[in-house]
């Protein structure tokens, strides 16, 4: 099975690895450049982006990652790293860097405050078998997306997950759920890249 590391700076770090060993792929936590270059796919869980990309760039991670990326490595981010795939974004914190690679850009915690969490169900292209629960927390919505990139799910009239080459990116948060099967999409593009 292909080695994907999930990104274990802050966030729902556990969640994904039992995801990913659920959808029968190898998982392990990835803090330093070492992990990173040992890896075949990477999950940028969810959380908070600031936090994660100023943990990154304490880590020594964030030129390693962008490295990667624009060599092929496929990444799948969900919400906050969702966010930390995004070309740009529209409202960053100060000193808020992204690793990019998704020509698109996402505002953050765009479903508002009263809205904070909620679930719906999302059908996904390319995700066989129905629709998956989505669970939105402060989740971001695709505000423009580029020609390099495909929305895959909408909600609302608001694309919430996007491709791009062997880059994944979820607004929601597959992994709350034990619905493995956008880790599993996951691991096909990671067998695929190999
Ligand atoms: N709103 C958070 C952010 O900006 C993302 C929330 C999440 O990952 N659940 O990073």
Same mark, same amino acid.
């Given at each position: 099975?292909?080695?994907? !590391?999930?990104? =274990? $700076?802050?966030?729902?770090?556990?969640?994904?690895? @039992? /995801?990913?060993? +659920?959808? !029968?792929?190898? =998982? $392990?936590?990835?803090?330093?450049?070492?992990?990173? @270059? /040992?890896?075949? +796919?990477?999950?940028?869980?969810?959380?908070?982006?600031?936090?994660?990309?100023?943990? @990154?760039?304490?880590? +020594?991670?964030?030129?390693?990652?962008r490295e990667r990326v624009r060599a092929g490595l496929p990444v799948y981010g969900?919400?906050?790293g969702m966010i930390m795939l995004a070309d740009k974004i529209l409202d960053p914190r100060s000193g808020q860097e992204t690793v990019g690679g998704i020509d698109m850009?996402?505002?953050?915690?765009?479903?508002?405050?009263?809205?904070?969490s909620f679930e719906a169900a999302v059908e996904v292209a390319g995700v066989p078998g129905g629709p998956v629960q989505g669970v939105f927390?402060?989740?971001?919505?695709?505000?423009?997306?580029?020609?390099a990139a495909e929305s895959i799910a909408a909600y609302e009239g608001h694309s919430v997950a996007?491709?791009?080459?062997?880059?994944?990116?979820?607004?929601?948060?597959?992994?709350?759920?034990?619905?493995?099967r956008v880790h599993a999409l996951f691991a096909d593009m990671v067998r695929a890249a190999r």
């Open positions: 099975a292909p080695a994907i !590391g999930v990104l =274990a $700076l802050q966030g729902d770090v556990r969640e994904h690895v @039992a /995801a990913l060993t +659920g959808a !029968g792929a190898r =998982a $392990l936590p990835v803090r330093r450049p070492g992990e990173l @270059a /040992a890896v075949d +796919g990477l999950v940028i869980p969810g959380g908070e982006s600031t936090t994660i990309s100023k943990l @990154a760039t304490a880590f +020594g991670l964030l030129e390693p990652l969900s919400c906050a850009i996402v505002r953050r915690n765009a479903f508002g405050r009263q809205n904070e927390i402060r989740a971001p919505w695709v505000e423009s997306i580029g020609a996007v491709r791009q080459g062997p880059l994944l990116a979820t607004a929601f948060h597959p992994e709350l759920t034990g619905d493995h």
